[in-house]
């Protein structure tokens, strides 16, 4: 936000409208681009895993043995333990990037 707010001058209108106005814009169009991807990536991973359901049991299997139902997963629980998983989420990844 800083860089923006140094490369417009504060005087500076822009399409009739003010520098701190055109960098809030900004931003907020960031932030919703940001959450709007993450929300239909992982809807479409869902969606995937629930018109396979053997693939499903078998990504629920392995996070139930590795990591167990009394914690939370975390991100390092995928990198060292959840081979299927993490095999699952670069296959979603690979078929956004195809598309």
Known sequence: ??????SVDEVEMIDGHGADSVIKATCLALMVAATD???????GALTLLMNNPKV?????????TQ???ER????LD???KLHYVQ???????GCDLRV
């Open 1 to 6: 936000m800083d860089l923006l707010h140094t």
């Open 72 to 75: 939370a997963l975390e991100e």
């Open 78 to 80: 995928l990198k060292k």
């Open 56 to 64: 499903l049991k078998k990504a629920v299997h392995e996070i139930d």
């Open 87 to 93: 095999a699952i989420v670069k296959e979603k990844i």
């Open 67 to 69: 990591v167990g139902r």
């Open 37 to 43: 991807t993450t929300t239909v990536t992982l809807t």
